[in-house]
């Protein structure tokens, strides 16, 4: 599944990885960790003359993607009491620490597309991806009716980033290319800093943390707007990079997906799925 930077690629790509039971890689997070690593470094200010460093500190790096979820790989059964699908947690972890929120920082946001660029960077990211994929390969088996009966479903991986159709899989059996316009993006990645940032003040200790008027993120936290402006940068930056450009997959799926329900494209990827591996669609009375 690749797209634009905040096009709903990631918690797309979990939930579909749920409801078909396959393994799951973020491919965006490893080069978060990259970038995280840069920062923790003191690399960030003069990024160019670091790029060596930083490409052997990748190449030592213990990434982890573990996707937390029920016993139970259907999603389906929750949606139908709720309405709503639950999109699985994802721990990323870096050298065994757990880094899910330090991943996702304005700091990173705005360093990590100088750090995607790099073609060191990109071919060492490239090796994680494909060892994380080998690894995280499964096969399901899916029950039917009295549950007497069984179908073999093939075992499989979702991964998402901005090139896996193109560069990092590029003979994979299914793409989607994930869009939507920068405004609906930018909102939902202000959303999901302001999830972040109220997770981390119930971590903290009570009071320790006072929003300001009707805000529950810091002063300094950029606005829808701002960005807005910052993913619209990133898109020109990842199209005409020389590295792996982001482009579409001559045959990939195009999913627009501005004035989608998140349950819509979940269910309409997940069935196209099923239809590559010779199954039947499930969700089309959905």
């Not at 039971?21 to 990259?34: L, T, V």
């Not at 994979?172 to 990645?189: G, N, T, W």
């Not at 990939?252 to 819509?264: H, K, S």
């Amino acid at each position: 599944m690749h797209g634009p930077a905040a096009s709903g690629k990631s918690s797309t790509a979990r939930a579909v990885a749920q409801e078909l039971g396959f393994g799951y890689i973020d491919s965006g997070s490893i080069y978060r960790c990259a970038t995280l690593l840069a920062l923790r470094n003191n690399m960030a200010g003069d990024i160019d003359e670091h790029w060596p460093d930083l490409i052997n500190l990748i190449g030592k790096a213990g990434v982890e993607i573990k996707i937390q979820s029920s016993s139970n790989h259907s999603l389906s059964a929750v949606a139908a009491k709720t309405g709503r699908l639950v999109v699985p947690n994802v721990q990323v972890l870096l050298d065994g620490e757990d880094v899910s929120n330090d991943i996702r920082t304005p700091e990173v946001n705005r360093l990590v597309a100088k750090v995607a660029s790099d073609g060191g960077v990109r071919s060492a990211v490239l090796d994680i991806q494909r060892s994380l994929a080998a690894s995280a390969d499964t096969k399901v088996t899916e029950t039917q009716g009295s549950g007497k009966e069984s179908n073999a479903i093939p075992g499989g991986v979702v991964m998402d980033g901005r090139d896996v159709g193109t560069t990092v899989f590029p003979n994979a059996e299914l793409k989607i290319y994930l869009d939507a316009s920068a405004m609906a993006r930018a909102i939902r990645r202000w959303d999901e800093m302001n999830s972040q940032w109220k997770k981390k003040q119930t971590e903290e200790a009570a009071g320790k943390q006072e929003s300001k008027g009707d805000s529950s993120v810091p002063v300094g936290y950029p606005s829808v707007e701002d960005i807005a402006r910052e993913l619209e940068q990133r898109d020109y930056a990842d199209i005409n990079r020389q590295h792996s450009p982001l482009r579409i997959a001559p045959d990939a799926v195009v999913i627009d997906n501005t004035n989608l329900t998140f349950e819509q494209q979940v269910y309409s990827i997940t069935d196209l799925a099923r239809e590559r591996m010779g199954l039947q669609r499930k969700y089309d009375d959905i």
